[in-house]
């Protein structure tokens, strides 16, 4: 079975600091990746896709990498403000039989004001 | 605004009643999901949908029943349902179901509550 682990769990820090999400998947035959925030209660925001044949993806702030050798990806975060508090989830698809995402936990962050 | 649009953003309902879900996408997307988030676990997929045509089941209990009426609208049909049921229900949908075009675009949500 396909699983996704991201590190930390949770994670708190002060406003300012860089930061670095972690995500590992047992599964190197993927077509992407996708990073997402989600606030408390709400759906989820597509932040990053990184496609099989990328290695990272920028937007803003966000920063993602991807080695599929070693199954796994990074999510960035530079200058950290308190609204980049959320819950930031990774998935991937890999178009096997489970045609659809395949999620992590998530990483709960906090950006102390 | 997403794209995705879902409704009723809460519902509480009870173990004998009939309700349904609507999810509408105003993207263009050939593909659409249902999710099923719950309390520290990670989002299950339910239902996958292409070109109006059921994909997946994924091993779904009868009682949730999909459907989709074109590629722009999805529902999901709740009859009979057990608290544990309770949980936070997801629509996504992206441009194609295989290859790279499935970029996923999602909902705000259902809040769905059985009591």
């Known amino acids: 079975k396909q699983e996704v682990t991201q590190i930390p769990a949770a994670l708190s820090v002060p406003e300012g600091e860089n930061l670095v999400l972690n995500c590992s998947f047992t599964?190197?035959?993927?077509?992407?990746l996708q990073w997402f925030r989600q606030d408390p209660g709400k759906g989820l925001t597509s932040l990053l896709l990184?496609?099989?044949?990328?290695r990272e993806q920028t937007s803003g702030r966000l920063n993602a990498s991807l080695d599929k050798s070693s199954g796994r990806s990074t999510l960035y975060i530079a200058a950290s403000q308190p609204g980049d508090s959320a819950t930031y989830l990774c998935?991937?698809?890999?178009?096997?039989?489970?045609?659809?995402?395949?999620f992590g936990k998530g990483t709960h962050l906090i950006i102390q004001p | 605004e997403t794209g995705v649009t879902q409704t009723p953003r809460h519902l509480v309902m009870g173990m004998t009643n009939k309700k349904s879900l609507k999810c509408e996408q105003h993207?263009?997307?050939?593909?659409m999901y249902w999710y099923k988030q719950s309390a520290k676990k990670p989002l299950e997929l339910m239902f996958v949908?292409?070109?109006?045509?059921?994909?997946e089941n994924n091993s779904v209990p009868s009682r949730f029943s999909p459907e989709c009426p074109n590629s722009s609208h999805l529902f999901l049909h709740l009859h009979t349902l057990q608290p544990e049921d309770s949980a936070l229900y997801l629509c996504?949908?992206?441009?194609?179901?295989?290859?790279?075009?499935?970029?996923?675009?999602f909902g705000q949500g259902t809040r769905l509550t059985v009591v």
């Open positions: 996504a949908s992206s441009q194609d179901r295989v290859g790279t075009n499935t970029e996923a675009f």
């Open positions: 990184i496609q099989s044949s990328q």
């Open positions: 949908y292409s070109l109006e045509e059921r994909v």
């Open positions: 998935a991937f698809y890999s178009g096997g039989g489970a045609d659809g995402l395949t």
């Open positions: 993207l263009g997307h050939n593909a």
């Open positions: 599964d190197s035959a993927i077509y992407n």
